[in-house]
C-alpha cells in the first residue's frame, strides 16, 4: 500500500519537544544533555510516530534520526507493563556494532528517567553476558540481526512481546546482506506492533521492507541524502602519488579531530603507523580488530587522547564523534553514498566541516564522475606540500615532526668467546686418541683410513660456524 506523504521541509526547525507532545520526563532528560530544539526530522516524524502509526522517514546521515524514533518507543514503553526474561518491550535493529552502542548510548538518560533497562546484543564478543541481561529482562533491546537471530535460534530471545520495532539505516543493512535476516525477525514480532523504519535512501531491498512490514505508513522526507549540506565544503587536491602521505600529514597534524578514510583494512592499519611515526596521534578503526581494541580506539578519538581516526566505511554509519572538523578521502571511495556517509562524520546538525579528497592522476575520471553522482561541486586545487591551501583548509600550528620518528638503532651484544688458556696448558694437553673407524661409503674414506686429528684451527673455525648459526637462529 502507498504510503502517505508529507511536503518535504514543511516543518519548523523551532519546535520543542514539549509542543510536539513528547511527555515530560523526557523532555527534561533531554535538556539535562542540553536538547531543547527539535531538528526537522524529529519535527517532522514525532506527530504521527508519537501518535502510534507506523512511519518511515529519510534523511541523510546527522540529520537527528536517533532521537526522532527513540522519543515514541520511550514514550510508548512509558506505559506501565511486565518485565520478563527474554523477552523485550522494544526492538531496535541497526547494522553495526558501533550504531548499536551509539544508540545505547544516547538512550541511556530516557531510559534512566522512566527506570528502564536497556540492553545491547551483537557480535565480536562472547554472548554469556549478554545473555545473562535478558535473563534479567530488559525494556529495550539494541541488536545486530546476526547476534540476535542467533540467540532467537537458541531459545535465549523471544520477540513475542515487541510492542514497538525500529530499522535504523535500513539502507546500510540491505548493503551488507542482512535483509533476509532482518525479514525472518520481523517475521517473529507481533504483527499488531508499531514499526518505525529510517533510512538514508529507498532503495529496492528497502521498499521491500516497506510494502510487507509497515501498515499504511506516513512517509517524511526531510532531506535525502543529495541534499547538500550548507556547512560543509568540499576540496579535491590533485596530487602526485609521492606527495599524497605529506599532504595528508600536514592536514591531520593541525587542531581538531579528523577522520581519516581508507579503502582497506590493511590500508588503514599501515597509514595509522605512519601517521603515528610522524608524531600525529592516530587510531585505527576497522573490521580486523576485536571489538575490545575497536571501543579502546573509538574512546581514544572521542576524549581527544588520538585527534585523527584512520578507519575503513565501518565508521561511515553511525559513529557520532562531537565536533568533528574534517573528513579526508585519503582513498576515494568506490561509489557516490559511501562518499556521502563518508562525509556525513562532518558538518552534522549545523556545525561546520571541511571534506577534502586525495587524487592522484590515476583517479582523475573516478573522482570526477564519484562526486557527480554525490551531487557535489568540489574545488579542485593541484598542489604539492606547503601549498598555502594546506593551511586554509586545516588552520592552527601543526604539532607533529615532518621528519618520521626513528627507531634508535640497537647494538649488536658483543660474542662471548671462550678464555683462551695458556701455552703451556695447551700444550700439556693429552693428544685424543681417535679409533680407526670401519668402512664408510657415505663419507667417501676407504676402510682402515683414520680420521685426521683436529686441530687448533679447524676447532676455531667450527666454533665460528656455529656462533653464527647460533646468532641468525637466535636473533631474530
Same mark, same amino acid.
Request: glycine share 6%.
Given at each position: 500500500m502507498a504510503a502517505r506523504r508529507h511536503p518535504q521541509s514543511a516543518f519548523s526547525t523551532t519546535s520543542t519537544f514539549a509542543s510536539l507532545g513528547v511527555p515530560d520526563a523526557l523532555v527534561r532528560a533531554l535538556a539535562t544533555n542540553g536538547i531543547t530544539t527539535a531538528f526537522p526530522i524529529q519535527a517532522a516524524t514525532l506527530p504521527d510516530s508519537l501518535a502510534g502509526r507506523d512511519v518511515l522517514g529519510r534523511g541523510r546521515t546527522g540529520s537527528g534520526k536517533t532521537y526522532a524514533f527513540l522519543l515514541p518507543l520511550f514514550t510508548r514503553l512509558a506505559v506501565p507493563g511486565k518485565r520478563r526474561g527474554g523477552r523485550p518491550r522494544a526492538l531496535v535493529l541497526a547494522p553495526t556494532r558501533e550504531l548499536a552502542s551509539q544508540i545505547a548510548a544516547s538512550a541511556a538518560p530516557l531510559a534512566d528517567a522512566l527506570s528502564l533497562k536497556v540492553h545491547t546484543v551483537f557480535g565480536g564478543v562472547g554472548a554469556g553476558a549478554q545473555i545473562a541481561n535478558l535473563r534479567l529482562g530488559t525494556d529495550l533491546l539494541i541488536a545486530c540481526p546476526g547476534r540476535l537471530e542467533e540467540l532467537c535460534a537458541q531459545g535465549h530471545v523471544n520477540l513475542d512481546s515487541v510492542e514497538i520495532t525500529v530499522l535504523d539505516e535500513a539502507d546500510h543493512m540491505a548493503d551488507l546482506g542482512f535483509l533476509p535476516t532482518v525479514r525472518r525477525l520481523l517475521d517473529r514480532t507481533p504483527r499488531t506492533g508499531q514499526r518505525l523504519l529510517f533510512?538514508?535512501?529507498?532503495?529496492?531491498?528497502?521498499? *521491500?521492507?516497506?510494502?510487507?512490514?509497515?501498515?499504511? &505508513?506516513?512517509?517524511?522526507?526531510?532531506?535525502?541524502?543529495?541534499?547538500?549540506?550548507?556547512?560543509?565544503? =568540499? /576540496?579535491?587536491? /590533485?596530487?602526485? +602519488?609521492?606527495?599524497?602521505?605529506?599532504?595528508?600529514?600536514?592536514?591531520?597534524?593541525?587542531?581538531?579531530?579528523? $577522520?581519516?578514510?581508507?579503502?582497506?583494512?590493511?590500508? #588503514?592499519?599501515?597509514?595509522?603507523?605512519?601517521?603515528?611515526?610522524?608524531?600525529? &596521534?592516530?587510531?585505527?578503526? =576497522?573490521?580486523?580488530? @576485536?571489538?575490545?581494541?575497536?571501543?579502546?580506539?573509538?574512546?581514544?578519538?572521542?576524549?581527544?587522547? @588520538?585527534?585523527?581516526?584512520?578507519?575503513?566505511?565501518?565508521?561511515?554509519?553511525? $559513529? /557520532?564523534?562531537? !565536533? $568533528?572538523?574534517?573528513?579526508? /578521502? #585519503?582513498?576515494?571511495?568506490? !561509489?557516490?553514498?559511501? %562518499?556521502? =556517509?563518508?562525509?556525513?562524520?562532518? #558538518?552534522? #546538525?549545523?556545525?561546520?566541516?571541511?571534506?577534502?579528497?586525495?587524487?592522484?592522476?590515476?583517479? *582523475? @575520471?573516478? *573522482?570526477?564522475?564519484?562526486?557527480?553522482?554525490?551531487?557535489?561541486?568540489?574545488?579542485?586545487?593541484?598542489?604539492? +606540500?606547503? =601549498?598555502?591551501?594546506? @593551511?586554509?583548509?586545516? &588552520?592552527?600550528?601543526?604539532? %607533529?615532526s615532518g621528519v618520521p620518528e626513528q627507531a634508535p638503532p640497537q647494538r649488536r651484544p658483543d660474542r662471548v668467546r671462550p678464555a683462551r688458556q695458556p701455552r703451556s696448558a695447551r700444550e700439556s694437553r693429552p693428544t685424543r686418541e681417535v679409533a680407526e673407524p670401519a668402512a664408510n661409503t657415505r663419507s667417501g674414506r676407504n676402510a682402515g683410513q683414520a680420521r685426521p686429528a683436529p686441530t687448533a684451527a679447524r676447532g676455531a673455525a667450527a666454533f665460528s660456524a656455529s656462533s653464527r648459526i647460533g646468532n641468525r637462529r637466535g636473533g631474530r
Open positions: 533510512s538514508a535512501t529507498l532503495d529496492a531491498g528497502v521498499d *521491500v521492507l516497506v510494502r510487507r512490514y509497515l501498515t499504511k &505508513p506516513v512517509t517524511h522526507s526531510v532531506d535525502t541524502a543529495q541534499s547538500p549540506v550548507s556547512t560543509m565544503d =568540499h /576540496h579535491v587536491l /590533485h596530487v602526485l +602519488p609521492g606527495d599524497r602521505l605529506p599532504v595528508l600529514v600536514d592536514l591531520v597534524a593541525a587542531p581538531g579531530r579528523t $577522520i581519516v578514510f581508507t579503502r582497506t583494512k590493511q590500508g #588503514a592499519k599501515r597509514l595509522t603507523r605512519q601517521l603515528n611515526a610522524h608524531r600525529v &596521534p592516530a587510531v585505527e578503526l =576497522h573490521g580486523n580488530l @576485536a571489538q575490545n581494541a575497536r571501543t579502546r580506539n573509538l574512546a581514544a578519538f572521542s576524549d581527544g587522547t @588520538a585527534t585523527t581516526l584512520v578507519a575503513t566505511d565501518i565508521a561511515a554509519r553511525g $559513529i /557520532h564523534v562531537d !565536533e $568533528i572538523s574534517r573528513v579526508i /578521502h #585519503a582513498d576515494p571511495p568506490l !561509489e557516490h553514498k559511501a %562518499y556521502l =556517509h563518508r562525509s556525513g562524520r562532518t #558538518a552534522r #546538525a549545523g556545525a561546520a566541516g571541511t571534506v577534502v579528497t586525495l587524487m592522484t592522476d590515476a583517479q *582523475v @575520471a573516478d *573522482v570526477r564522475d564519484l562526486t557527480r553522482k554525490a551531487g557535489v561541486s568540489p574545488t579542485i586545487t593541484r598542489l604539492a +606540500p606547503g =601549498h598555502p591551501l594546506l @593551511a586554509q583548509l586545516a &588552520p592552527g600550528e601543526r604539532t %607533529y
